[in-house]
């Protein structure tokens, strides 16, 4: 999926467009027990309620497409009797209405959901009349032959509210806040299937991850029957390795800063690209032999990135591997940080056999927040320096 139709999806969460029809929940406490579950109509909720559902359903699809949300596609063997798919696809088309199948997803998700605290699981079913697009774009809400019929869930963290002091209007007295168990937003979740080329797609599903980092490929796999993709972070330690790995004696300041141009330069290209760029094994080859690696250096090449990620298939988000805010240079004492435009300013030089990174001082100089007097050529200031 990408940005578009992840939005297209998220901006049904809305009173005026819903296509929720049901929805379900099950509390489970940090001993993996279920507290309480719940079965409704989603048009029946209070509207305040349904608010707040709407609240949690947007944020299962925010933040980052390869970062926070990422497509996976099922193995041919889950998509068969018994498997993760072929679970999945059956309980969507029960609409959420056969108790059996929706108490064994929560037993599926208690077992494989490693959390150590209370956490609410949200399941919804909803159907979307998707409408045609003409040429310029527009959407054609009468014209529309295809419904989208999918489930998204949610796991929530349930945690205490902090204790503290609060006004009772009834009492008109400052006094101690009762303590209340609050749904939090969620931490994991999955769109089933997935919204591919806007239609159905009974291949893929859309994972979501609060934190990129930890990505809890363990729940994933054994959920989902997919195998996560590398994190964003991986992603870039997998890219750094590749870069020092292959350029060696080559992989030099300049070398390097001239990559992230390139790389920069390419996330501002493909900015309004509804799909975010992504570099496959033949893409960091290529830019890896524009940037000074030679025939022999890549020689193990195929195998090492295949090592490193995982497969020959894998992709690295750009987004993941270059840092669009900061170009930064560190040394064991000093760390440098500039933004990514101004990294021509500064210069590499050997200074009394030394070598040196040089940043041009201009007539705005500030040292812990005191305009300071820049050094000057014809002082001896220019000496001390």
Same mark, same amino acid.
């Given at each position: 999926?990408?940005?578009?139709?992840?939005?297209?999806?998220?901006?049904?969460?809305?009173?005026?467009?819903?296509?929720?029809?049901?929805?379900?929940?099950?509390?489970?406490?940090?001993?993996?027990?279920?507290?309480?579950?719940?079965?409704?109509?989603?048009?029946?909720?209070?509207?305040?309620?349904?608010?707040?559902?709407?609240?949690?359903?947007?944020?299962?699809?925010?933040?980052?497409?390869?970062?926070?949300?990422?497509?996976?596609?099922?193995?041919?063997?889950?998509?068969?009797?018994?498997?993760?798919?072929?679970? /999945? @696809?059956?309980?969507?088309?029960?609409? #959420?209405?056969?108790?059996?199948?929706?108490?064994? %997803?929560?037993?599926? &998700?208690? =077992?494989?959901?490693?959390?150590?605290?209370?956490?609410?699981?949200?399941?919804?079913?909803?159907?979307?009349?998707?409408?045609?697009?003409?040429?310029?774009?527009?959407?054609?809400?009468?014209?529309?032959?295809?419904?989208?019929?999918?489930?998204?869930?949610?796991?929530?963290?349930?945690?205490?509210?902090?204790?503290?002091?609060?006004?009772?209007?009834?009492?008109?007295?400052?006094?101690?806040?009762?303590?209340?168990?609050?749904?939090?937003?969620?931490?994991?979740?999955?769109?089933?299937?997935?919204?591919?080329?806007?239609?159905?797609?009974?291949?893929?599903?859309?994972?979501?991850?609060?934190?990129?980092?930890?990505?809890?490929?363990?729940?994933?796999? /054994? @959920?989902?029957?997919?195998?996560?993709? #590398?994190?964003?972070?991986?992603?870039?330690?997998? %890219?750094?390795?590749? &870069?020092? =790995?292959?350029?060696?004696?080559?992989?030099?300041?300049?070398?390097?800063?001239?990559?992230?141009?390139?790389?920069?330069?390419?996330?501002?290209?493909?900015?309004?690209?509804?799909?975010?760029?992504?570099?496959?094994?033949?893409?960091?080859?290529?830019?890896?032999?524009?940037?000074?690696?030679?025939?022999?250096?890549?020689?193990?090449?195929?195998?090492?990135?295949?090592?490193?990620?995982?497969?020959?298939?894998?992709?690295?988000?750009?987004?993941?591997?270059?840092?669009?805010?900061?170009?930064?240079?560190?040394?064991?004492?000093?760390?440098?940080?500039?933004?990514?435009?101004?990294?021509?300013?500064?210069?590499?030089?050997?200074?009394?056999?030394?070598?040196?990174?040089?940043?041009?001082?201009?007539?705005?100089?500030?040292?812990?927040?005191?305009?300071?007097?820049?050094?000057?050529?014809?002082?001896?200031?220019?000496?001390?320096?």
């Amino acid at each position: 999926m990408n940005k578009k139709e992840v939005a297209e999806i998220k901006r049904l969460f809305h009173p005026d467009r819903s296509p929720v029809t049901r929805i379900c929940g099950c509390y489970v406490d940090g001993d993996k027990n279920k507290k309480t579950k719940m079965k409704e109509a989603f048009l029946s909720l209070p509207e305040e309620e349904m608010f707040k559902y709407f609240e949690i359903l947007k944020k299962t699809l925010s933040g980052t497409i390869g970062k926070n949300l990422l497509d996976m596609e099922f193995p041919l063997e889950q998509e068969t009797a018994g498997g993760a798919s072929e679970y /999945l @696809l059956r309980l969507k088309n029960s609409q #959420l209405k056969d108790d059996v199948l929706l108490d064994e %997803f929560y037993d599926k &998700v208690i =077992e494989t959901f490693l959390y150590p605290e209370n956490y609410y699981i949200v399941l919804i079913h909803a159907a979307y009349d998707i409408p045609k697009k003409a040429s310029d774009g527009i959407e054609m809400f009468d014209a529309s032959d295809d419904v989208y019929e999918f489930l998204l869930c949610s796991i929530c963290p349930v945690k205490l509210t902090k204790p503290g002091l609060c006004y009772n209007e009834d009492t008109n007295m400052i006094e101690q806040r009762t303590r209340d168990w609050f749904v939090e937003a969620p931490v994991t979740g999955f769109l089933f299937p997935a919204f591919t080329d806007r239609n159905t797609d009974i291949h893929s599903i859309l994972y979501y991850s609060r934190n990129p980092d930890e990505l809890n490929a363990e729940f994933a796999r /054994l @959920l989902l029957g997919c195998e996560l993709p #590398l994190s964003a972070s991986s992603q870039k330690e997998t %890219f750094n390795m590749l &870069v020092a =790995e292959t350029l060696q004696n080559e992989c030099t300041y300049e070398t390097v800063k001239t990559i992230h141009q390139s790389l920069n330069g390419l996330l501002e290209e493909r900015k309004d690209d509804p799909q975010p760029p992504a570099l496959d094994k033949n893409d960091v080859k290529r830019l890896l032999l524009e940037n000074g690696a030679t025939q022999e250096t890549l020689e193990h090449f195929d195998e090492e990135f295949e090592q490193a990620g995982g497969n020959s298939q894998t992709e690295l988000y750009v987004s993941n591997v270059v840092n669009t805010r900061k170009f930064e240079i560190k040394t064991p004492n000093i760390v440098i940080q500039v933004k990514p435009e101004c990294a021509d300013l500064i210069e590499t030089r050997i200074i009394d056999g030394r070598p040196c990174f040089v940043i041009p001082a201009g007539d705005d100089v500030e040292v812990n927040g005191i305009s300071v007097r820049a050094p000057r050529a014809d002082s001896g200031d220019s000496q001390a320096e």
